[in-house]
């Protein structure tokens, strides 16, 4: 092979050592656009991870939307996992609180993290939660009964379209991976 | 750079080394090809073995031979054995053997990265292999390989993704080999424009391949560290998203199921305007085509999941850019079917693999065609309609291509002609039994039967019992395959082939100007003219 050949070659290589290296590095660049995309969009029915400072809201007694409560276990999470109503009738822009409560059903000290979802995904941004369990990992003592209350409005401004929301958390058992070990 | 090529010593018309060590040693660009294709066939065997395992479970209803476990361990590893170590090594090892030889050049461009990325492959698909002897068993979450079920995967996980990751840089090298070769090694006069489509269609699937390889490299290795080292790239609890992975995943899945189809129309497009004694129709099209299809791969992942809870928005993208796949692919269909039209056309087993393979990939892109609407996909979605609709595309079309290569190039390989009515037999069994085998999986999943279950409702049980007995035909008459093939290397019909083998076959491309078999070292000096047929 000649030298003229042979250099061709090296910087052919190169370069598309350079694109195979980029898209590897592409890879992982997707997950922060994705949670940046999901953000803009609001697309993954995730909501907000803090709470929201308390605004005043015109109630529209003239609407009523249900709102459900799913509770889970992620991998049978040694818990007991439940909410105080299965589904509400409620006026958007009128503050409500539910109950959820969970028990410990070892005999060790647990850190637990509960997981929120909205579905339909759009909806999401209009649940707005004061006061949740799920802005922080949850430490339970052995076999200890907690009660957890949420406090929400559901934004006026959400569209008409939406009838039903369904808001889902997962409990997941972080005791072994916890960094407050 | 002519004139010097055939002057540099490594160009001394040496043969091959004597005895075994010529096949670990070589870098001759035939020889790899060899390694590549036979070893292709054996994990096309070990892959069928496993699609027989499960069609033999799924053969009535309860449970027979196989527990569940080792059921969605088969289905796993049918699809990454058949995938990574059957179909695409297959491909590789054509353009290993016909690049070089269509393009007018000596060899590939980096002969010695040839042969690593050749024993890298082999080394990849032991060590994936290795999983079904580990505790917990092989990887049995489906190829896809979705967190959080794959992380249950027992001991095998790591050694599954060091697979991945073997058989990606294995890939990966050979499609920079690829692209070198056909950037800088092709004859004086042949611009890319004069190319034959196959070396055209490598080029643009080496591109996707070096493009989407890294990506999956990436997703695999994020599933390592979230099962290792404490991440949450997919895990929900400290902050990450399973539907993350979805969407890498397919990033590099889509395009991936090009780098299975897109070399497949190449060597459609070279076999049937021989036997049609036509030129083909439309080339330039075929390239934009075969451009067009790469790109769209890009940017229709999503349509693999439909059902995750997008908002319409992005169903409704998803599906529209989906569709736009079928205009280039039915711009090839109509090209092959234009190419045969008033040809005269000769029905060789090569050619009868060939029409049979436009005939059966229309129908499986048909079926893709129906998935890409996304409301009737959540009918459709996980259910053996899709199963029945990648085979379509698989089986009868780039396994059928695969055979029809086989038929095709072995005269001019080993100088022998294979036995006509035995390869005749082989292709009319395989085209009767593949339907028989997949097109009853068409209606159970419209009846609503899942994929990846070891058993099923007793409703799904006759066109399950026709699906099987039409595997074991389908399989078993493969061993023809090899039959011929073992007896053309061992002299064939005994009739010596001419440098063209098929009539004209001159006229459409460079390998039939050379001598059947062509020497080990070929085009040492590059050919002064070059076959202007395809134009």
């Not at chain 2, 989906?322 to 090209?335: E, S, Y």
Request: hydrophobic share 50%.
């Amino acid at each position: 092979m000649n030298e003229d050949l042979k250099q061709k070659n090296t910087r052919l290589i190169k370069k598309l050592m350079f694109v195979v290296l980029g898209m590897f590095g592409f890879g992982y660049a997707l997950v922060p656009i994705y949670d940046v995309f999901c953000d803009i969009t609001g697309l993954n029915g995730k909501t907000a991870e803090e709470a929201v400072q308390e605004g005043v809201y015109q109630v529209d007694v003239s609407r009523e939307l249900t709102l459900e409560f799913v509770t889970s276990l992620n991998k049978k999470a040694p818990l007991k996992f439940s909410s105080e109503v299965k589904k509400m009738k409620l006026h958007p822009g009128k503050y409500y609180t539910v109950n959820f409560y969970a028990e410990n059903l070892t005999d060790k000290k647990m850190l637990a993290r509960a997981i929120p979802s909205v579905t339909p995904g759009l909806a999401a941004e209009f649940l707005k939660k004061t006061e949740c369990f799920c802005f922080s990992e949850q430490e339970f003592k052995p076999l200890e009964r907690k009660v957890m209350p949420v406090r929400f409005v559901i934004d006026p401004k959400i569209p008409e379209r939406f009838k039903t929301v369904t808001l889902a958390y997962t409990f997941f058992d972080n005791t072994e991976t916890s960094v407050k070990n | 750079m002519s004139a010097n090529v055939a002057a540099h010593d490594d160009h001394h018309d040496h043969g091959p080394e004597k005895g075994i060590v010529r096949w670990i040693v070589t870098t001759n660009h035939k020889d790899i090809g060899t390694l590549y294709l036979a070893f292709a066939l054996v994990m096309f065997f070990v892959g069928g073995t496993m699609a027989l395992i499960i069609r033999s479970e799924l053969f009535e209803p309860g449970m027979q031979f196989v527990d569940p476990q080792f059921f969605n361990s088969m289905t796993t590893m049918h699809a990454l054995v058949m995938v990574f170590g059957a179909v695409m090594p297959a491909f590789v090892g054509l353009a290993n053997w016909q690049i070089p030889m269509m393009i007018g050049a000596p060899d590939m461009a980096l002969p010695r990265m040839n042969n690593m990325s050749f024993w890298m492959l082999v080394a990849g698909v032991l060590l994936l292999a290795s999983t079904l002897f580990m505790e917990g068993g092989a990887p049995a979450g489906g190829w896809t390989l979705y967190p959080p079920l794959v992380l249950q995967t027992g001991d095998a996980l790591p050694f599954a993704i060091f697979s991945v990751h073997l058989l990606g840089i294995s890939s990966i090298m050979g499609a920079i080999n690829v692209i070198a070769t056909i950037f800088n090694m092709r004859a004086p006069g042949m611009t890319l424009m004069k190319m034959p489509l196959f070396v055209w269609t490598w080029l643009i699937t080496a591109f996707l391949l070096i493009a989407i390889m890294p990506v999956f490299a990436g997703a695999v290795t994020m599933l390592l560290t979230d099962r290792f080292f404490d991440t949450s790239f997919f895990d929900a609890a400290g902050g990450g998203d399973p539907v993350l992975y979805q969407h890498i995943f397919w990033f590099f899945g889509h395009p991936e199921v090009y780098v299975m189809i897109l070399p497949t129309f190449g060597v459609a497009s070279t076999i049937i305007p021989v036997f049609a004694r036509k030129p083909l129709f439309g080339y330039a099209s075929m390239v934009y085509a075969t451009a067009a299809i790469a790109f769209l791969s890009f940017i229709v992942w999503a349509h693999h999941m439909f059902t995750v809870g997008m908002p319409v928005a992005g169903e409704l993208y998803f599906m529209y850019a989906t569709m736009l796949i079928a205009v280039p692919t039915g711009v090839k269909i109509f090209n092959w079917t234009a190419t045969m039209w008033k040809g005269a056309m000769t029905f060789e087993t090569p050619m009868l693999f060939s029409i049979a393979f436009v005939v059966l990939f229309t129908m499986g892109g048909f079926t893709g065609l129906m998935m890409a609407v996304a409301p009737v996909d959540f009918q459709y979605h996980d259910t053996y309609f899709i199963v029945a609709h990648f085979h379509y595309t698989l089986v009868p079309a780039s396994i059928f291509i695969l055979m029809a290569a086989g038929y095709f190039w072995l005269p001019k390989w080993t100088g022998n002609m294979y036995n006509e009515r035995i390869g005749k037999l082989h292709f009319w069994l395989s085209a009767i039994s593949v339907n028989i085998l997949f097109f009853p999986q068409h209606f159970l999943g419209l009846a609503g039967m899942p994929r990846r279950i070891p058993d099923y409702a007793v409703q799904f049980a006759d066109w399950n019992m026709i699906s099987s007995i039409g595997a074991f035909i389908y399989g078993f008459s493969q061993l023809l395959f090899v039959y011929i093939v073992i007896d053309t290397i061992r002299g064939g019909t005994g009739e010596k082939v001419t440098d063209e083998v098929w009539e004209d076959a001159k006229k459409h491309s460079l390998e039939w100007t050379l001598p059947s078999p062509p020497p080990y070292h070929s085009f040492t000096t590059p050919p002064e003219k070059i076959p202007t047929e395809h134009f």
